[in-house]
């Protein structure tokens, strides 16, 4: 019996934490909500409506153009996400993140400009080949944890994914579950389930214009002021200065620096991997999974 009382307490004390993580970051909350309506906005648009139209004029040739699709889009994807993470990091990540829900809302869309037929098909096969330039980022992910006070980025990351799933769960998943598996509800026409995609595509857009990514930033720089005040740089001493060894010139460190740049310039992110040993380790355990 103590012990289900203390876990119900941990429970409950968790739950009030998260809370107020989700109150001193309340751009980060906005942001997993977006992330949460751009999932309900694409499987509005994919698992209702274009799945049955693929069917419709595919018929048997489904699996196999889809598999041609999916393999064309990753290849996209494979060599386009790092410049788009690169465009991102310059330009701002929640332009990169709304970039990236046009890229996702925009085969659905087709159906809505072409129709709901042969030719909004391959309209909406074309523009899901085009997403794959930026779907592999993570954008708004990055966004969150850009407006997201340092000290609850671990949590943050946790609650990213609940509160995403949960907001996709409450506007896609328990709708579909009561209209074509209960049947609790009428199913509605093609026209309604685009007309709701595109209200959520709609609502993504507002949410994710209400995030301010200075948020975290101010604050972290004012957290940072407030501690470094009043304490002077360490500067090195004579002494200090007269016991720093002097290395020998490397010869082959010219060679070796030409090369890092010429991969620089050709491979984005090749920086970043270099300067940081656990990203070698993690993109090499992702290589061989």
Not at 198 to 212: C, D, H, K, P, Q
């Amino acid at each position: 019996a103590e012990g289900a009382c203390d876990a119900g307490v941990e429970k409950r004390a968790a739950i009030v934490e998260m809370y107020r993580v989700m109150r001193r970051n309340p751009d980060a909350t906005k942001a997993m909500i977006a992330a949460g309506l751009q999932r309900s906005a694409v499987m509005a648009g994919t698992t209702l409506v274009m799945q049955n139209l693929r069917v419709m004029v595919w018929k048997e040739k489904t699996a196999e153009y889809m598999a041609m699709l999916t393999m064309v889009m990753n290849i996209l994807s494979m060599c386009c996400s790092s410049y788009f993470g690169r465009f991102s990091d310059k330009f701002g990540r929640r332009l990169g993140a709304a970039i990236f829900g046009i890229c996702t809302f925009a085969p659905a869309w087709m159906l809505q400009i072409f129709g709901f037929n042969s030719t909004g098909l391959y309209a909406s096969s074309a523009a899901f080949i085009v997403s794959g330039c930026c779907v592999g980022t993570d954008s708004i992910l990055v966004l969150t944890s850009d407006v997201t006070r340092e000290e609850d980025r671990p949590m943050i990351f946790g609650l990213f994914q609940s509160i995403a799933n949960v907001t996709s769960f409450v506007l896609f998943g328990f709708p579909a579950i009561l209209i074509t598996l209960m049947h609790v509800i009428p199913n509605p026409s093609v026209e309604v389930w685009l007309m709701y995609q595109t209200v959520l595509a709609l609502l993504y857009f507002i949410v994710l214009w209400r995030v301010r990514p200075s948020s975290a930033a101010t604050f972290a720089a004012a957290t940072a002021a407030a501690e470094t005040e009043g304490s002077p740089e360490a500067s090195p001493t004579m002494s200090e200065r007269s016991t720093e060894t002097v290395e020998a010139p490397d010869e082959a460190a010219p060679r070796r620096r030409g090369f890092c740049q010429l991969l620089s310039a050709a491979v984005p992110g090749f920086d970043l991997v270099r300067a940081s040993p656990e990203l070698r380790k993690l993109y090499a355990c992702s290589f061989f999974l």
